[in-house]
């Protein structure tokens, strides 16, 4: 399959990275990683790039700019994997945040996160996470990850329709 462009927004900024390709055969069309660490967006977008099923992967370095991606774009057919301990607004800042908006109630969101704390276990799924994993601690078990994730909730998952 033909590689295609793939947006990414930083800053302000849109990237583009020629490495991902979308698959009209995918039930839903972006990954979103709201993440503030380089190694892990690096080690993340290796894993990606070694993915069995092409992805369509935007990166949001923290939670304000997750928060404008929600008030901004269409969030139907997309995946969020959210870090919770992020600058300027963290996870569990953005989920309360973005709880109020119509589309939240659609939003497929993971937390993907270092804790292991039952307190934030708890805290995300009472703000709306849908699943909560820990983060990998090499990129052969991120791919591993991502494998699992994508084949649930891009092939197995029917979303519903999409909230006008």
């Given at each position: 399959m033909?590689g295609?462009?793939?947006?990414?927004?930083?800053?302000?900024?849109?990237?583009?990275l020629p490495?991902l390709?979308?698959s009209?055969e995918?039930?839903?069309?972006?990954?979103?990683?709201?993440?503030?660490?380089?190694d892990?967006?690096y080690?993340?977008?290796?894993?990606?790039?070694n993915?069995?099923?092409?992805?369509?992967?935007i990166?949001?370095?923290?939670?304000?700019?997750f928060?404008?991606y929600?008030?901004?774009?269409?969030?139907?057919?997309?995946?969020?994997?959210?870090?919770?301990?992020?600058?300027k607004?963290s996870?569990?800042e953005?989920?309360e945040?973005?709880?109020?908006?119509?589309?939240?109630k659609?939003?497929l969101?993971i937390?993907?996160t270092t804790?292991?704390?039952?307190?934030?276990i708890?805290?995300?799924?009472?703000?709306?996470?849908?699943?909560?994993?820990?983060?990998?601690?090499?990129?052969s078990?991120?791919?591993h990850l991502i494998?699992?994730?994508?084949?649930?909730?891009?092939?197995?998952?029917?979303c519903?329709?999409?909230?006008?």
């Open positions: 033909k295609t462009s793939v947006a990414t927004v930083t800053k302000n900024k849109a990237l583009r490495y390709c979308l009209k995918l039930n839903m069309s972006k990954l979103v990683l709201v993440e503030d660490d380089d892990d967006i080690f993340f977008k290796s894993a990606c790039q993915a069995s099923q092409p992805l369509e992967l990166v949001l370095r923290d939670g304000v700019e928060v404008e929600v008030k901004h774009h269409s969030v139907h057919n997309t995946l969020f994997l959210l870090d919770l301990n992020m600058p607004l996870g569990f953005a989920l945040s973005i709880n109020e908006h119509e589309k939240f659609q939003m969101i937390t993907y804790s292991s704390s039952d307190r934030d708890n805290k995300a799924y009472e703000l709306g996470a849908k699943s909560y994993l820990l983060k990998p601690n090499s990129v078990d991120i791919q494998k699992q994730v994508t084949q649930y909730w891009f092939e197995l998952n029917n519903p329709e999409e909230v006008s």
